[in-house]
């Protein structure tokens, strides 16, 4: 790869050559991909975009950590839309908000990016075998990316994981493991599992591409801004990995010119599992927490890539904020009544926590501001049920309709 240098690790700064099984440092620390942003500059401009074709991840190629040579995988990964939310944004009192939908890729969450990269890895790899432990998303990404492109997988998933995700999962034949226990026990399986046996490691604390796939999200809000950079990005935080992503793709696009400032991070985590938060908070080492959300996705006590999201956050100069579940689920239903979006829980704290910031009043009233649904409402459709409430149900008769609205103050036009 010309245009790659090396995987560098966070902690200890040694380097290592970025072949496509790599993983860890000896020290334990989790390697950054380094570019060669020289190189790249000369074969790669914002005209060449302009002219292709091709809308998904792939069309970043030049800023993506695979050969030449390697197809891209199968299924239509990223180029997810990114809407103009006038009326939400007129409601929490900011000049503009967009909101990226990034619910819509194949498997319906963003961890479609980071799966994708690993199907084009592993096969760089020459693997057969792809596996990883999740909270839920990465695990039916992984199993329906890999499908796509003649790979099989082990996963691993904790019982909570709801069951749309484990539905996904099922149906894209993977070999599915659900672990009576924490997601850190189910980390912990996998990781003795995929060392007893060889396979392909797409768990993202461990393989370094994967926040390389997950920072096209980065790459494709910008060019959809046309490189008019935004105040801030909002997004949820778990493992860190999706946040981390974010703030490279940032910094790539930085570093070779695109853009001229970077935006500041807003990390947005679950009150009930907030360990990266409120490191940053105070300004202390990070030590774990319970698992205490519904947001399924980001209930991670035991962060595994803490180094990277905490750099990030602190290098943008980024916002901590802790959201309740009452928040995240409110923040589902706005979204959906002023946007049509339904994200999942994880996938809407993000806007949670824009939300509490602006009535906090710690957004600018003139601000910019981007915030990513990581994950679609249809792989979690018990909790918005339970929080939006029951349909009128009704015989099928006008006498019964025309009663019901009665009852409930309807008044047609
Ligand atoms: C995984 C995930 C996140 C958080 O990503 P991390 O890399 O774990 O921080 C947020 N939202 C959704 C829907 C996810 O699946
Ligand atoms: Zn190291």
């Given amino acids: 790869m010309r245009h790659v240098k090396y995987g560098r690790c966070v902690k200890c700064g040694k380097t290592y050559e970025?072949?496509?099984?790599?993983?860890?440092?000896?020290?334990?620390?989790?390697?950054?991909?380094?570019?060669?942003?020289?190189?790249?500059?000369?074969?790669?401009t914002k005209e060449t975009l302009k002219n292709r074709q091709n809308f998904t991840m792939w069309r970043y190629r030049e800023l993506l950590p695979v050969e030449d040579t390697t197809p891209d995988p199968p299924l239509r990964v990223g180029w997810s839309p990114l809407y103009r939310a006038d009326r939400?944004?007129?409601?929490?009192?900011?000049?503009?908000?967009?909101?990226?939908?990034?619910g819509l890729n194949p498997t319906a969450s963003l961890k479609d990016r980071a799966s994708a990269m690993a199907v084009a890895k592993a096969w760089e790899a020459g693997a057969k075998v792809i596996a990883c432990s999740s909270t839920g998303n990465a695990a039916s990404s992984l199993?329906?990316?890999?499908?796509?492109?003649?790979?099989?997988?082990?996963?691993?998933?904790?019982?909570?994981?709801?069951?749309g995700k484990v539905a996904q999962l099922m149906t894209f034949g993977a070999t599915v493991i659900s672990v009576q226990?924490?997601?850190?026990?189910?980390?912990?399986?996998?990781k003795a599992a995929i060392d007893r046996w060889g396979w392909y490691n797409r768990n993202a604390a461990i393989n370094p591409y994967l926040s390389e796939g997950k920072k096209t999200v980065a790459l494709e809000i910008m060019?959809?801004?046309?490189?008019?950079?935004?105040?801030?990005?909002?997004?949820?935080?778990?493992?860190?990995?999706?946040?981390a992503g974010l703030w490279k793709g940032l910094k790539d696009l930085y570093a070779i010119g695109f853009i001229d400032r970077l935006p500041r991070l807003i990390s947005a985590q679950a009150a009930g599992c907030c360990p990266l938060n409120r490191a940053i908070a105070e300004n202390k080492p990070w030590h774990p927490m319970e698992e205490n959300t519904l947001a399924d996705s980001i209930a991670v006590g035991v962060p595994r890539n803490?180094?990277?999201?905490?750099?990030?956050?602190?290098?943008?100069?980024?916002?901590?904020?802790n959201v309740t579940d009452e928040e995240i689920m409110a923040a589902q239903k706005l979204l959906g009544r002023t946007c049509g979006v339904f994200g999942e829980p994880a996938g809407v704290t993000g806007a949670a926590g824009l939300k509490k910031l602006c009535?906090?009043?710690?957004?600018?009233?003139?601000?910019?501001?981007?915030s990513v649904v990581t994950g679609n409402g249809l792989k979690d459709v018990a909790n918005a049920i339970a929080f939006c409430g029951e349909p009128i149900s009704i015989p099928g008769d006008m006498d019964a309709l025309l009663e019901a609205f009665d009852q409930r103050n309807i008044h047609v036009e």
Avoid: H
């Fill in 181 to 190: 226990g924490s997601y850190e026990d189910t980390f912990e399986l996998s």
């Fill in 306 to 321: 803490a180094d990277k999201a905490l750099m990030a956050i602190r290098e943008s100069n980024g916002l901590v904020v």
């Fill in 143 to 163: 199993a329906g990316n890999a499908a796509a492109a003649g790979f099989q997988t082990y996963i691993f998933v904790p019982s909570r994981a709801p069951k």
């Fill in 88 to 102: 939400l944004a007129e409601q929490l009192g900011i000049a503009r908000l967009y909101v990226k939908d990034d």
């Fill in 223 to 243: 060019e959809q801004l046309n490189w008019e950079v935004p105040d801030y990005i909002a997004i949820s935080v778990g493992d860190g990995c999706t946040i």
């Fill in 18 to 44: 970025a072949v496509p099984d790599l993983t860890t440092c000896a020290c334990g620390g989790i390697l950054d991909i380094v570019y060669d942003y020289d190189y790249i500059k000369s074969v790669f």
């Fill in 359 to 370: 009535e906090e009043g710690k957004i600018e009233k003139d601000a910019t501001v981007v």
